[in-house]
């Protein structure tokens, strides 16, 4: 299957910083992505949609403001978690579809630990 | 109401089992279906597809049923490396975003 890059894989930051994440998809072009974040033992909720050139589409109850993406290319899109909080730590994971490809496929996901 | 509704489970059956998880869908304009599989701290990874005739792959059986609208997977000659919980995803119809089920845990035990 295509492959999509996600990193870092693992990031502890202190309170009150910002973090980058970034994805990119190595063998196809991705004009659409996904963020999506996870809780221990719960499901993935998805963040946001990008399309390449676009802004963001937020789901409700995610903050645009905090949570930063941009997909200025379309083999790449970042997420920046600004100023974050204990309770941003999560395991935040991106996807990418795009093309002929009508599944989507995942990054390795970022484990991110606010202190 | 969600987009997609799963049984958390857990099923746990013994080697050589059958199961069968169910997943339900809240709009009836929806595209595409797939089962992913995601291991303890790991990411999803596709399954299969999900055709509407329904469609086989070894031991794993997918099935959509757009009138009662939910998909269902089954699985025969349960192995102990099946064990992990599988997602359903349910395409919009704008193709444009993804919803995943809460995923159904699995431990299939010797």
């Known amino acids: 299957g295509a492959v999509v890059s996600q990193h870092p894989s693992w990031v502890i930051c202190k309170s009150g910083t910002s973090v980058k994440i970034e994805c990119r998809s190595l063998?196809?072009?991705?004009?659409?992505m996904f963020w999506y974040r996870q809780f221990p033992k719960q499901s993935l909720m998805l963040m946001a949609t990008?399309?390449?050139?676009?802004?963001?589409?937020?789901e409700q109850g995610v903050e645009k403001d905090k949570f930063l993406i941009n997909h200025a290319s379309l083999t790449l899109s970042t997420l920046t978690v600004t100023s974050a909080h204990p309770e941003d730590s999560s395991f935040y994971i991106c996807?990418?579809?795009?093309?002929?490809?009508?599944?989507?496929?995942f990054g390795q996901g970022t484990r991110l630990t606010v202190v | 109401r969600k987009e997609v509704e799963q049984d958390p489970g857990p099923f746990n059956v013994p080697e050589g089992a059958t199961v069968a998880f169910n997943c339900t869908y809240s709009n009836s304009a929806s595209q595409s279906f797939f089962w992913y599989r995601q291991d303890c701290r790991k990411e999803p990874k596709l399954l299969m597809s999900?055709?509407?005739s329904g469609n086989e792959d070894g031991r794993f059986t997918a099935q959509l049923n757009r009138a009662s609208q939910y998909i269902s997977l089954l699985i025969r000659d349960s192995k102990l490396s099946d064990s992990a919980t599988y997602l359903c995803v349910v395409i919009s119809y704008n193709f444009n975003k993804f919803y995943f089920g809460s995923g159904t845990k699995l431990n299939v035990k010797p």
């Open positions: 996807s990418a579809r795009g093309g002929t490809l009508t599944e989507a496929f």
């Open positions: 999900v055709y509407s």
């Open positions: 063998d196809f072009q991705a004009t659409t």
């Open positions: 990008s399309n390449e050139g676009s802004k963001a589409t937020y």
